[in-house]
């Protein structure tokens, strides 16, 4: 069953007290053989059956209408939720409260007066009519980012009978999610990144080529290297012809986030900007897609499994940047954090290929020798720094990088 009731002393008081008479009501009509206490009896009979039956259908009688939803916003976006519940009794639920729990991410604003009444529950007028569907419908507003469910769904209104209150709670596992995307926080500078290594980007100005994607010939150049020249068409058309293949370039980025930061003591705790740091991803995973760059990103979130922090794929695309997005929601504000310098040596064994890499967050000081060797396999490396007008983009060179923290 999808609702159970909560019993309460009183309920079962008033059904103990009718039983009592009517046992009572009983001995005196055999005693003085009452027609009239008889009746009473049959009275009293009637009424505990149909409390009964009426108890057996409260928890069958509603449905709440529960399909996986997945509503994705950015703060500050307005969506209209709704609540479908079914009355499949013969009885009616009048007067009722209808209450559920929303979380920080999400805010009933035509309810919920103040922010610090979101951890209450929220609590609406509710009378369901016997065999009619009822909506309960109200407009939310996207507060911060995160994740919302609704939870702690519980229905309150008077026993038919004895009027006595009674509360239904849902015990299913509501599968609507709200999933609050990060601002996009705008990072100066980032045009003037670019890192140009060998790779699978297509760039007409690219100084490489793939060997293994040919577009055609052309005339033969007296500075064209010797290999090039394409023998078959350079038969056919009784003049030398040059291979011409597509220019390529690796422009990869690589965001690597640390949520920590360091105390005087060497205690690692949560980075106060840590929203913000969240916000300047996702605006750096928003140029990348525009400009058709791959990206992928490294959090240094604890989380269970082979790997032990939060990592995105390598990927590129529209779909890629709302998983990113999405992962980014999902970054609880309390996580577990683990110690950067060990995340770092898990990415410099992947590393490969050059890459353009950007670092977001503190740098510890443990982090720098192994950010310089990145350095010397021409890996470009670039550090995102807050100021009084916003973020922007730093190289990390050789005298800077001592500085970072």
Do not use: C
Not at 211 to 217: D, K
């Amino acid at each position: 069953m999808s609702w159970r009731k909560e019993v309460g002393t009183d309920d079962s008081r008033s059904f103990d007290y009718i039983l009592l008479a009517l046992v009572v009501f009983f001995i005196i009509g055999v005693i003085f053989k009452s027609a009239i206490v008889f009746i009473a009896v049959g009275i009293f009979a009637a009424y505990l059956i149909a409390y009964k039956i009426y108890d057996k259908s409260l928890e069958k009688s509603l449905h709440l209408k529960n399909e996986r939803n997945t509503i994705k916003l950015f703060p500050g976006e307005e969506t209209t939720f709704r609540f479908e519940i079914q009355n499949r009794s013969i009885f009616a639920h009048i007067n009722g409260e209808f209450s559920f729990n929303l979380g920080a991410a999400m805010k009933a604003y035509t309810i919920v007066k103040s922010e610090k009444d979101y951890w209450k529950d929220i609590k609406l007028p509710l009378s369901v009519i016997q065999k009619k569907k009822t909506l309960v419908e109200f407009p939310v507003i996207a507060e911060q980012r995160g994740v919302a469910r609704i939870r702690n769904i519980s229905f309150y209104f008077p026993h038919l009978l004895n009027f006595n209150m009674v509360r239904l709670r849902y015990t299913n596992f509501h599968r609507t999610e709200f999933i609050v995307y990060p601002k996009l926080l705008p990072v100066h500078g980032i045009h003037a990144v670019f890192h140009m290594m060998p790779g699978e980007s297509r760039l007409n100005y690219s100084p490489f080529e793939d060997a293994q994607s040919p577009l055609g010939t052309r005339d033969y150049s007296y500075s064209d290297p010797f290999h090039k020249i394409n023998w078959k068409a350079s038969v056919k058309t009784q003049k030398l012809q040059t291979n011409i293949y597509e220019k390529v370039v690796d422009r990869s980025f690589i965001f690597i986030i640390n949520l920590g930061t360091q105390n005087n003591k060497n205690m690692v705790s949560f980075n106060q900007n840590l929203e913000n740091l969240l916000s300047y991803t996702a605006y750096l995973s928003e140029y990348a897609t525009k400009m058709r760059i791959p990206f992928e990103i490294f959090i240094n979130a604890r989380k269970p499994g082979k790997e032990k922090y939060i990592h995105l794929h390598e990927g590129e695309g529209k779909n890629h940047y709302m998983h990113a997005l999405e992962m980014l929601a999902r970054v609880h504000k309390q996580s577990p954090i683990l110690p950067f310098n060990k995340m770092l040596y898990q990415i410099g064994k992947q590393l490969i290929q050059p890459k353009t890499i950007i670092f977001i967050g503190d740098i510890p000081n443990g982090a720098l020798e192994m950010i310089h060797s990145w350095k010397q396999v021409q890996n470009s490396v670039y550090h995102i720094m807050e100021g009084d007008n916003g973020a922007f983009v730093r190289p990390m060179k050789r005298g800077t990088i001592k500085n970072a923290t």
